[in-house]
T-cell receptor
Framework: DSGVTQTPKHLITATGQRVTLRCSPR?????VYWYQQSLDQGLQFLIQ???????AKGNILERFSAQQFPDLHSELNLSSLELGDSALYFC?????????????FGQGTRLTVV | GQQLNQSPQSMFIQEGEDVSMNCTSS?????WLWYKQDPGEGPVLLIA???AGELTSNGRLTAQFGITRKDSFLNISASIPSDVGIYFC????????????WGAGTKLIIKP
């Protein structure tokens, strides 16, 4: 158990809909990272938040947005969903804000868009 | 964009064999991380490398940060069934804040 909690574990929704994925970081970690993993692919870095503020942005679509709340949990919002958005979405957390600190991953949310 | 090539894509090995996989890039990295992902789980950090030439072991696993800063390898000695999974490398550039670039993974399969 990495200490990073993601909910829900599975999500099935229709095209055009909007969903929210939630992540609770490890106790004491200030950084939260979101990644997308398509079938049999590596991980694509989406975005990082550190202590409530956006720290780094990767290949995140404009239809996607994220935020980190005062209690440090984070939400990833995916809107106008397309079939190609079906993927595993991972959240990771780390103590520091630098991107070379070791991050611990949650178990992921499997999103299926039908 | 930046590319990170991980090879091989998959490996079929006998239990007890040694395994070697590597990642290469056209760009210089200042950090290399090696993760393992089991089916249905998130990646788990195996080894972190922060200096060129660094050689670090974690049990039967050994990883090295290439002296050119453009590559890294991971070796697994005397493989066992629980080594099965997908191994990912991830590298971070010297400049910029784009986060880590991830390899596509090496799937390790142990032949019965």
């Amino acid at each position: 158990d990495s200490g990073v909690t993601q909910t829900p574990k599975h999500l099935i929704t229709a095209t055009g809909q909007r969903v929210t994925l939630r992540c609770s970081p490890r106790s004491g970690d200030l950084s939260v990272y979101w990644y997308q993993q398509s079938l049999d692919q590596g991980l694509q870095f989406l975005i990082q938040y550190y202590n409530g503020e956006e720290r780094a942005k990767g290949n995140i679509l404009e239809r996607f947005s994220a935020q980190q709340f005062p209690d440090l949990h984070s939400e990833l919002n995916l809107s106008s969903l397309e079939l190609g958005d079906s993927a595993l979405y991972f959240c990771a957390s780390s103590v520091g804000g630098q991107l070379n600190t070791e991050a611990f991953f949650g178990q992921g949310t499997r999103l299926t868009v039908v | 964009g930046q590319q990170l090539n991980q090879s091989p894509q998959s490996m079929f090995i006998q239990e007890g064999e040694d395994v070697s996989m590597n990642c290469t890039s056209s760009s210089i990295f200042n950090t290399w991380l090696w993760y393992k992902q089991d089916p249905g789980e998130g990646p788990v950090l195996l080894i972190a490398l922060y200096k060129a030439g660094e050689l670090t072991s974690n049990g039967r696993l050994t990883a090295q940060f290439g002296i050119t800063r453009k590559d890294s390898f991971l070796n697994i000695s005397a493989s066992i069934p629980s080594d099965v999974g997908i191994y990912f490398c991830a590298g971070q550039f010297l400049t910029g804040v784009l986060g880590f670039i991830w390899g596509a993974g090496t799937k390790l399969i142990i032949k019965p």
